[in-house]
Each structure stands twice: as C-alpha cells, then as structure tokens.
C-alpha cells in the first residue's frame, strides 16, 4: 500500500494515523502509526484511531470513512477517536470538543476534539460505528440535539452525510 498519494485539484494534506499499543490516560492502548497521507478539498486534517487490540480491523476502515465524512462536510482540523469496549465505557459514543486556546502538542492544529466510541454498545443498540463517528464529529462541529428545532438539523446533517458516503461506496 503506497502511503502517499497526490490529487492535483487540491492544495493542502491530509494527514491520517491508526493507533494501536502503548498506554493512554483512560487505560486505552495507543501508539500512532502513520499509515497514509493525502490532500482533499485544500484542508489539512489529521485523523488519529486508536483503541484496544479487540478493535484493530476496525480502526483503518473507520478512519477512511472519518476522512471522506470530513471531506464532505468541508472541515479541516485535527481529532482523536479512541474505541473502547464496556470496560471503559457504558455509552455508545462521547464527544470532548476541544477548549479553545489549549492546544494539543500531539497533533497539528486547529485541534476539533476527541471521540470515544463503544462498538460493543453500538453493536448491542443495532447502531453502526459509521453512524456514531458521524454523530460525535457533529458534536465536535457544535451541533446539539436539546432543542427539536437542533435535533432535526443535526439529524437532517447526518442523513446528507451517510447518503453522500453510500454514493461514493464507503
């Protein structure tokens, strides 16, 4: 697999890491890998997912997606996914927007903000991982579910987005 591939129509990288080994603060196993580069839509963005070895075929095929998702909502910036399992986490999906003026030294910037997702509770609830990546880079992005008038844009956002990906055959 080449790494590094260059797409004329666009001016800026896109970086992308899988991680996958050493320790993390939550207890997660984490180490990046670098495994591919590409420029889309002029943005530079970095896309780190890491988690247990349990989660590791999961992990290249989520971060494609992370990216096209990216790519076809127009945003650049950096972000962190973590899959854990029921042992760290009872929810399906948590979203960590990143605070301003704190910077990540980890990863370039502008820094969007962590996701954590459960497969094992998305999988119980009959969800996809897609979905809820989706869902939790949505929160990321500043949409909210609270009010009805913000669930039904937040929702309408993720029918475009998952409608977009299955045209491209994500």
Do not use: W
């Given at each position: 697999?080449?790494?590094?591939?260059?797409?004329?129509?666009?001016?800026?990288?896109?970086?992308?890491?899988?991680?996958?080994?050493?320790?993390?603060?939550?207890?997660?196993?984490?180490?990046?890998?670098?495994v591919g580069r590409a420029v889309s839509n002029g943005m530079k963005r970095y896309?780190?997912?890491?988690?247990?070895?349990?989660?590791?075929?999961?992990?290249?095929?989520?971060?494609?997606?992370?990216?096209?998702?990216?790519?076809?909502?127009?945003?650049?910036?950096?972000?962190?996914?973590?899959?854990?399992?029921?042992?760290?986490?009872?929810?399906?999906?948590?979203?960590?927007?990143?605070?301003?003026?704190?910077?990540?030294?980890?990863?370039?910037s502008p820094f969007l903000g962590e996701i954590y997702l459960n497969p094992d509770?998305?999988?119980?609830?009959?969800?996809?991982?897609?979905?809820?990546?989706?869902?939790?880079?949505?929160?990321?992005?500043?949409?909210?579910?609270?009010?009805?008038?913000?669930?039904?844009?937040?929702?309408?956002?993720?029918?475009?987005?998952?409608?977009?990906?299955?045209?491209?055959?994500?």
């Amino acid at each position: 697999m080449n790494p590094v591939r260059n797409h004329a129509r666009a001016s800026s990288r896109l970086e992308i890491s899988i991680s996958n080994g050493t320790s993390h603060p939550m207890g997660l196993e984490a180490t990046c890998l670098p495994v591919g580069r590409a420029v889309s839509n002029g943005m530079k963005r970095y896309i780190e997912v890491s988690g247990s070895r349990r989660f590791q075929r999961r992990m290249e095929p989520l971060r494609r997606n992370v990216r096209r998702m990216l790519s076809l909502l127009r945003k650049g910036g950096s972000l962190k996914i973590f899959l854990v399992g029921s042992d760290v986490m009872r929810k399906n999906v948590l979203a960590f927007p990143a605070v301003l003026g704190f910077p990540d030294p980890d990863v370039p910037s502008p820094f969007l903000g962590e996701i954590y997702l459960n497969p094992d509770c998305i999988e119980e609830q009959d969800e996809s991982l897609e979905y809820m990546a989706l869902h939790g880079i949505l929160h990321l992005l500043g949409y909210d579910h609270t009010r009805t008038h913000d669930r039904i844009r937040m929702e309408r956002k993720e029918r475009t987005v998952l409608k977009q990906l299955e045209k491209k055959g994500a």
